[in-house]
Nanobody, 124 residues
């Protein structure tokens, strides 16, 4: 059974940084593309960033380009999201997800397994 466990969320001031981690188990992690999504209260879940199976290909939503970096370490089955220059509008629950192919789309329906989420709050 696939399990994804996010960590690293918390409260940070505007302009600060956080690093999210997503530990995966129960699957050959390195064969599949992964992604981060986020969901703010009252809003739909939205795409943040995606990465291909070996970590060479990445893609970001426009609002986080230049501030966030997605990466993965297949040796320890972990996905990361480095978030810098955080803004109040980045406040949301952040979810990691695993797709069914080596490179998956930007829609939630493109992903097969999800973590429980970690809260990120950006506020002074």
């Amino acid at each position: 059974q696939v399990q994804l466990v996010e960590s690293g969320g918390g409260l940070v001031q505007p302009g600060g940084s956080l690093r999210l981690s997503c530990a995966a188990s129960g699957r050959t992690f390195s064969n599949y593309g992964m992604a981060w999504f986020r969901q703010a209260p009252g809003k739909d879940r939205e795409f943040v960033a995606r990465i291909n199976w070996i970590g060479i290909g990445t893609d970001y939503t426009d609002s986080v380009k230049g501030r966030f970096t997605i990466s993965r370490d297949n040796a320890v089955n972990t996905l990361y999201l480095q978030m810098n220059s955080l803004k109040p509008e980045d406040t949301a629950v952040y979810y990691c997800a695993v797709g069914s192919t080596t490179w998956n789309g930007r829609r939630p329906d493109d992903y097969e397994y999800w973590g429980q989420g970690t809260q990120v709050t950006v506020s002074s």
